[in-house]
């Protein structure tokens, strides 16, 4: 069945620094994928999100491509900033559209940035 | 606009007690309905999804049971709850109109004691 893998956090880092959270997928067809992020108390919303091979999401400085030769959708964003502290989830739709449509998550990376 | 509601926000429950979370949706019709439990360390687990009133699909084999009693009405329950069952429960729908995304409520953090 469909799958992702996030590498494991915690992810710890200083203020304007360099992030990068590896998602990978394992699914049939063509699904679209998705990073999901969770502040503190909160339930989940969408951050960003690409529907096809070579798409980029992007939003909030935050970006990822979807890679379809590597099963890969890396977020990556270049200088974090305190406020982006949070648990971030890849996930993956695994059916356009229709009555039976799901997301499957990946496990979350807790993200720590420091001042 | 579309929101979604769940309540309660926390819940602190012994073990063997009953239990029902509410979740619903306003500003929407027929949208798709979804139970996510989210336990330390093991990420989200889709636990219910339904398509319409009365229609559930359960997608693991567990203590607790799901009902659509009206459209935009979602309800978990359970009859007698486990120590295992502690986690934040997190309600979303997806609308079949927009383009993938699920929103999800505010969740509902139950402890079992």
């Known amino acids: 069945g469909d799958s992702v893998t996030q590498m494991e956090g915690p992810v710890t880092l200083s203020e304007e620094a360099f992030l990068t959270i590896n998602c990978t997928y394992t699914?049939?067809?063509?699904?679209?994928l998705f990073w999901y992020v969770q502040y503190p108390g909160e339930g989940l919303q969408l951050l960003l999100k690409?529907?096809?091979?070579?798409d980029k999401g992007s939003n909030k400085g935050f970006e990822a491509t979807y890679r379809k030769e590597t099963t890969s959708f890396h977020l990556e964003k270049g200088s974090v900033q305190v406020s982006d502290s949070a648990v971030y989830f890849c996930?993956?739709?695994?059916?356009?559209?229709?009555?039976?449509?799901?997301?499957?998550f990946g496990k979350g990376t807790l993200l720590t940035v420091n001042p | 606009s579309q929101t979604i509601h769940q309540w309660p926000a926390t819940l602190v429950q012994p073990v063997g007690s009953p239990l029902s979370l509410e979740c619903t949706v306003e500003?929407?019709?027929?949208?798709?309905l979804y139970w996510y439990r989210q336990a330390a360390g093991r990420g989200l687990q889709l636990l219910f999804y339904s398509v319409g009133i009365g229609q559930i699909s359960s997608e693991v084999p567990q203590n607790l049971s799901a009902s659509r009693p009206q459209d935009r009405q979602f309800i978990l329950s359970s009859k007698k709850l486990l120590l295992s069952d502690s986690g934040f429960y997190l309600c979303?729908?997806?609308?079949?109109?927009?383009?993938?995304?699920?929103?999800f409520g505010e969740g509902s953090r139950l402890t079992v004691l």
């Open positions: 979303a729908w997806w609308g079949r109109l927009n383009t993938g995304e699920l929103f």
């Open positions: 699914a049939t067809g063509y699904p679209s």
């Open positions: 996930a993956l739709s695994g059916v356009r559209g229709g009555s039976n449509y799901k997301l499957t």
């Open positions: 500003g929407t019709s027929n949208p798709n």
């Open positions: 690409a529907t096809k091979a070579d």
